[in-house]
Structures are given as C-alpha cells and as structure tokens.
C-alpha cells in the first residue's frame, strides 16, 4: 500500500468521526485565566513560582494555555477592595487569593467566581467558609493554621533561649488575622510563664518606634505574626532585631533568609504547590462549595546560625537537630 492510499485512508477514518485535520494535528486547550491577588510586590513575593511549578506539573504553562492577572497590594491593605474589584472585571476562571485580607476582599468582590484561598490562618474564624469539611459558597482553598502553630513557636523561643522572661510580639492591627492569634499567644505565654509585650505596627513607618518600645520593655525575645507588609520590609525588621539584640521568631521563612532567627511555620511552597490542584478541580467543573478546605500536611523549623552569632546565641543540640534546615 503506497503512502498516498494511506493518507487517504486516514482522511477518509477522520472525516467519518467529523473531525476536522487541523483539530487532529493541533488540539487546542482551553486557556485558563486567573486572577492572583497578593499582598507584597511581585518582587518582594516568594511563593508565586510554588503556584506555577503546581500549575505545570498539572499541564498549565503560563504563556501557552494559561494567563495570569496579577495584583499587588505592595503592603498597603486599603488598596484590596479595589484590587479585587478590578480582578472581579476581568474575564478569569478563578481567583486566588493569598493571606488574609486577600481573602475577604475577594469575598467582598464576588459572589460567582470561584475562590481559591492559600495561607490563611483561621477561614472559618475569618468568616471565608461556613467550615472546613463543608465550606459553601464560592470559596475553598488551604489554610496555614497560624493561629494554632503560635503555642509551638514560642516554645522553640524559650528552648533556644530558656532564660527569656519577656517576649515582644510584632502585629498589625491592619490584618484581620491578628486579632485571632493574638489570644492563642496569650494562652501559650501563660502556659509557659513568659510576659508579653505587644507592640504594633501598621507599616515601615512605625518600625523604628516600634523596636524602642520593645527594648524600654526589656523584651529578650520577638515574636512577628505573619503579614506582608513585615515580609515586604523583612531585610530592615531583621536589622533592628539584631540591632536591639532580640531573639526572633517568625512565621514565614523569608524572614529568617533575610537575617532573622529562625521560623516555624506550615510549608507555603507546598501549600502554593497543592492550590494548583484546587484551581485544576474548578477549571475542571468541580464546584468549591464540594472542595473541603485542606490543612497543612507540611510544617517548617529553620534556624539562621549567622544570625545566632551575631546575637551570641548557641543553639542547643536538640533545637538544631529538630531543624528542617540551618541556614550557615
């Protein structure tokens, strides 16, 4: 059988099943967009490529059939309501939302479009979902657990630092996430017999003020609760907590690459990583109220050695061998 009849034949086999040549040769993918809302600058923000290495390995490659709005608060909150309302205008599939604030402007934004929410410390607390197992609505995703990971925290402070009496925490008044951590920081200070002394801060402005009132506090450690504008300016926290020799405790790893302690905190790659298959699910027809919101499966202990030699500390044995990484 000569090539000809070949390409005949399958011509022939094509146009029976009514499938068009240029379909068989080059299928064409429905190209997915989505709206990503975020509360630093792009580059100041460590966890987008965690999404799109998600996204890729699912078979979504930016550029080819998939489109990405981003949105950038750069720190400044009041700015959300409107970033999501111009995310709400475009004509995405889904909406993805990191941290908090994030969250509830995108909620406030839309009803319809599907919501797909990562790093957020307590979404039934928040108001995001009805609960967990059964969320409602337009809006699942993946919580980080903050509120409850704070007790954990504070011990490794106190195991790195067994002398520590008093202990300063960083908030923003600013992030609705706060107001629920900061009573889950208190019962773990009582149970550990530490005083807290809470300083806050609504953005670099207030950072100077902010660490002299720690250190008139006497505070020998600082606790800094999760927020983006305290991960956009994390280089300077840094430096005034050495300046003022102050053991810290993060919540996000940034600050500890950038010259802080150490951290303790659910992975945000992975959970960046698992809101890919969220996003895949809708795209794929799944409604998110029929998603339940998934916690943390990962969690992180990372210590800056440089740091502690800056600041004179030695880790002891049993901290540094509960590390997930040293930083040296």
């Not at 908090?100 to 990562?118: E, G």
């Amino acid at each position: 059988m000569g090539y000809s009849t070949v390409g005949c034949i399958v011509t022939l086999t094509l146009s029976l099943l009514g499938v068009p040549l240029a379909a068989a040769a080059q299928p064409s993918a429905k190209v997915a967009r989505i709206g990503y809302l975020l509360g630093t600058t792009r580059e100041h923000e460590p966890y987008v490529e965690g999404f799109l290495e998600g996204m890729r390995a699912l078979g979504y490659v930016e550029g080819q059939n998939l489109v990405m709005e981003y949105r950038y608060a750069a720190g400044q909150y009041e700015r959300f309501p409107a970033l999501a309302a111009e995310l709400v205008r475009l004509p995405v599939d889904v909406l993805l939302a990191v941290i908090t604030p994030a969250a509830l402007a995108l909620k406030n934004a839309t009803t319809t479009i599907p919501i797909v929410m990562v790093s957020v410390g307590d979404p039934v607390g928040s108001g995001l979902v009805a609960s967990l197992a059964r969320p409602g609505g337009n809006i699942t995703g993946l919580a980080s657990l903050s509120p409850e990971l704070v007790g954990k925290q504070l011990e490794f402070l106190k195991e790195a630092l067994p002398t520590v009496s008093r202990v300063a925490v960083l908030w923003n008044p600013a992030n609705p996430s706060h107001a629920l951590t900061l009573p889950e920081v208190d019962v773990a200070a009582q149970r550990l017999g530490v005083q807290l002394h809470r300083v806050e801060a609504r953005g670099p402005e207030a950072f100077d003020r902010a660490f002299a009132a720690m250190t008139s506090a006497h505070a020998g450690a600082l606790l800094v609760l999760g927020d983006s504008i305290f991960l956009q300016h994390r280089r300077r926290l840094a430096e005034l907590a050495t300046t003022s020799h102050l053991l810290t405790m993060h919540q996000v790893r940034p600050l500890v690459e950038a010259g802080g302690l150490m951290s303790y905190a659910a992975s945000a790659p992975d959970l960046q990583r698992r809101a890919a298959t969220y996003v895949d699910k809708i795209l794929k027809g799944a409604k998110p109220a029929d998603l339940p919101v998934e916690q943390p499966t990962k969690f992180e202990l990372i210590i800056n050695l440089k740091t502690a030699q800056a600041l004179g500390i030695t880790f002891p044995p049993s901290l540094l061998v509960l590390a997930d990484e040293v930083i040296r």
